[in-house]
């Protein structure tokens, strides 16, 4: 395996700080709030009502969300960061909403502000008024990164990252547990291990629950992962599962190894109110033609696997769509690179079923980006059989948007409303700083209402807190069953190259 393969194996785990000084000056991204009317995003002639981020007013829209109360409200858990006296930032965020208690809330990130795990916990008890950061313990000397969150039925939110054992040992996932909304969270205890030694680590791992009560698995923690051997460059996607709330963990393989040229990397999960698991992940190859072989500017193929018996045994994988990855113009990114950045990107599966009773309960969504030789368009594929067969992909932008669109995630809501939401960077003209976008379907993916913008200001990547080198993996968001979807992104709207935010809520 090349320097720099190895490098970007490291670099989605933990990213390299240049130093406390700098990452002081060259702030890194911090997140901004609107909130906008339900029904507005999905189509319905209304006045927007927008929170002012100088006010941080979370859920007071005025007169549209007085009379509409299916409205929605994005969030970047920016409470916290308006709060924070001490420099740095997040990236890579994720968030989870108490499915037995609507107002908590709980986001996780990679954090500058957290000297030794880099890994930062951002609880709400109030709906996203306010938010309580914590920083969260490792295993061993090293912080990692990449995490996610969830919740279970007894109010118990769970935080999973990579976990960093001495070099080359290995590298683990964690898990940590908090039983009163993040204030505090127990030990780590290690998840999931690397199945290839000496040389292995386990690379980009998420982490879902069962919450359906009618499910025989109901209860029962999820982790997928890639089992990633450096020096064969060898890989092979698992799954991981807890059924007594994370102490016990038990790891099965999903589908074959892969040797070079071929890789198999970035997975997702999502679970049925059957119990049904389904994984993505995406597949690429190599190429030769590379000084260092990655994949960039190669074709992929994103791949699904689904599991009927709470993870013990996986059926054989079937392709979801066939993408182009961005080219590695920098030759600085195994999967490519954000155009006109050294910012890695990635093209990571995000997948969502409806667990609702509505008419496209079941579906699967799946959104991803394909690059089109000028840009990166977001784009979803649908599947109405479980997953059996996957139809065209649906763009969420229109034609108009030229710019790139990168780093999507996907929700749907207890009504069946599938949320979607991603960085974008059709305003700049440059194309190089980006807003946060959201687009809705109310009829199963098919067609998608409205962009709209979830900031007024653009963001930098540059401002990312090392160098303009790494923005994090990804983005998340979530429904509060029916009635509310935060949206978390990376954000650096109100900085400029010697601010950062701290305290009082400063904003543009």
Same mark, same amino acid.
């Given at each position: 395996?090349?320097?720099?393969?190895?490098?970007?194996?490291?670099?989605?785990?933990?990213?390299?700080?240049?130093?406390?000084?700098?990452?002081?000056?060259?702030?890194?991204?911090?997140?901004?709030?609107?909130?906008?009317?339900?029904?507005?995003?999905?189509?319905?002639?209304?006045?927007?009502?927008?929170?002012?981020?100088?006010?941080?007013?979370?859920?007071?829209?005025?007169?549209?969300?007085?009379?509409?109360?299916?409205?929605?409200?994005?969030?970047?858990?920016?409470?916290?960061?308006?709060?924070?006296?001490?420099?740095?930032?997040?990236?890579?965020?994720?968030?989870?909403?108490?499915?037995?208690?609507?107002?908590?809330?709980?986001?996780?990130?990679?954090?500058?502000?957290?000297?030794?795990?880099?890994?930062?916990?951002?609880?709400?008890?109030?709906?996203?008024?306010?938010?309580?950061?914590?920083?969260?313990?490792?295993?061993?000397?090293?912080?990692?990164?990449?995490?996610?969150?969830?919740?279970?039925?007894?109010?118990?939110?769970?935080?999973?990252?990579?976990?960093?054992?001495?070099?080359?040992?290995?590298?683990?996932?964690?898990?940590?547990?908090?039983?009163?909304?993040?204030?505090?969270?127990?030990?780590?205890?290690?998840?999931?291990?690397?199945?290839?030694?000496?040389?292995?680590?386990?690379?980009?791992?998420?982490?879902?629950?069962?919450?359906?009560?009618?499910?025989?698995?109901?209860?029962?923690?999820?982790?997928?992962?890639?089992?990633?051997?450096?020096?064969?460059?060898?890989?092979?996607?698992?799954?991981?599962?807890?059924?007594?709330?994370?102490?016990?963990?038990?790891?099965?393989?999903?589908?074959?190894?892969?040797?070079?040229?071929?890789?198999?990397?970035?997975?997702?999960?999502?679970?049925?109110?059957?119990?049904?698991?389904?994984?993505?992940?995406?597949?690429?190859?190599?190429?030769?033609?590379?000084?260092?072989?990655?994949?960039?500017?190669?074709?992929?193929?994103?791949?699904?696997?689904?599991?009927?018996?709470?993870?013990?045994?996986?059926?054989?994988?079937?392709?979801?769509?066939?993408?182009?990855?961005?080219?590695?113009?920098?030759?600085?990114?195994?999967?490519?690179?954000?155009?006109?950045?050294?910012?890695?990107?990635?093209?990571?599966?995000?997948?969502?079923?409806?667990?609702?009773?509505?008419?496209?309960?079941?579906?699967?969504?799946?959104?991803?980006?394909?690059?089109?030789?000028?840009?990166?368009?977001?784009?979803?594929?649908? !599947?109405? @059989? $479980? +997953? #059996?067969?996957? &139809? *065209?992909?649906? /763009? =969420?932008?229109?034609?108009?948007?030229?710019?790139?669109?990168?780093?999507?995630?996907?929700?749907?809501?207890?009504?069946?409303?599938?949320?979607?939401?991603?960085?974008?960077?059709?305003?700049?003209?440059?194309?190089?700083?980006?807003?946060?976008?959201?687009?809705? !379907?109310? @009829? $199963? +993916? #098919?067609?998608? &209402? *409205?962009?709209? /913008? =979830?900031?007024?200001?653009?963001?930098?990547?540059?401002?990312?807190?090392?160098?303009?080198?790494?923005?994090?993996?990804?983005?998340?968001?979530?429904?509060?069953?029916?009635?509310?979807?935060?949206?978390?992104?990376?954000?650096?709207?109100?900085?400029?190259?010697?601010?950062?935010?701290? +305290?009082?809520?400063?904003? *543009?």
């Amino acid at each position: 395996m090349s320097k720099k393969d190895w490098a970007s194996a490291r670099q989605e785990v933990r990213p390299t700080m240049k130093s406390a000084l700098w990452v002081f000056l060259l702030a890194a991204t911090m997140p901004m709030v609107t909130a906008r009317s339900m029904a507005q995003l999905v189509g319905a002639p209304k006045t927007e009502g927008i929170v002012a981020p100088s006010s941080w007013d979370f859920l007071e829209m005025g007169p549209v969300a007085a009379a509409d109360p299916w409205f929605l409200a994005c969030s970047a858990f920016c409470r916290f960061a308006s709060v924070q006296a001490s420099p740095g930032g997040a990236n890579s965020p994720a968030i989870a909403v108490n499915p037995k208690n609507p107002m908590q809330l709980m986001a996780a990130a990679n954090d500058l502000t957290c000297p030794t795990a880099n890994l930062g916990a951002y609880g709400s008890s109030d709906g996203g008024s306010t938010w309580n950061h914590t920083c969260l313990g490792v295993l061993n000397t090293v912080g990692t990164g990449l995490p996610s969150v969830v919740y279970d039925l007894n109010n118990n939110a769970y935080f999973a990252a990579t976990d960093t054992d001495v070099y080359p040992a290995g590298i683990s996932v964690g898990i940590q547990k908090s039983s009163d909304n993040g204030t505090t969270w127990g030990l780590t205890i290690v998840a999931v291990q690397p199945e290839f030694t000496p040389y292995g680590l386990v690379n980009a791992p998420w982490l879902e629950i069962d919450n359906s009560t009618s499910s025989p698995y109901s209860g029962t923690l999820y982790i997928s992962g890639t089992q990633f051997d450096y020096s064969l460059v060898k890989t092979q996607i698992s799954v991981s599962s807890s059924s007594d709330g994370g102490s016990t963990w038990n790891t099965v393989e999903v589908a074959p190894v892969q040797l070079e040229p071929k890789v198999d990397q970035l997975s997702r999960l999502a679970i049925g109110v059957d119990g049904t698991i389904y994984v993505a992940w995406q597949r690429c190859v190599m190429s030769e033609q590379e000084p260092n072989l990655d994949c960039g500017g190669t074709k992929a193929k994103i791949l699904m696997s689904k599991s009927t018996d709470g993870g013990s045994t996986w059926s054989t994988p079937v392709r979801v769509a066939t993408v182009t990855l961005a080219p590695d113009s920098c030759n600085c990114a195994d999967f490519g690179n954000l155009p006109n950045t050294k910012e890695p990107v990635y093209n990571i599966p995000v997948i969502a079923i409806d667990n609702s009773t509505g008419p496209y309960a079941g579906s699967l969504y799946v959104v991803m980006y394909n690059w089109t030789g000028t840009q990166m368009r977001v784009q979803m594929v649908t !599947s109405r @059989n $479980g +997953g #059996t067969s996957w &139809g *065209k992909p649906v /763009a =969420l932008a229109p034609a108009s948007a030229t710019h790139d669109q990168f780093f999507p995630a996907v929700s749907v809501n207890s009504s069946g409303v599938v949320g979607v939401s991603w960085l974008d960077r059709r305003n700049d003209p440059a194309n190089l700083r980006y807003q946060p976008f959201a687009a809705f !379907s109310k @009829n $199963g +993916g #098919t067609v998608f &209402g *409205k962009n709209y /913008a =979830l900031t007024s200001g653009l963001s930098n990547p540059y401002l990312d807190g090392y160098g303009g080198i790494y923005m994090g993996a990804y983005t998340g968001n979530a429904w509060d069953v029916a009635t509310t979807f935060y949206a978390t992104w990376p954000d650096s709207s109100n900085q400029q190259y010697m601010q950062d935010r701290v +305290g009082g809520g400063t904003t *543009k």
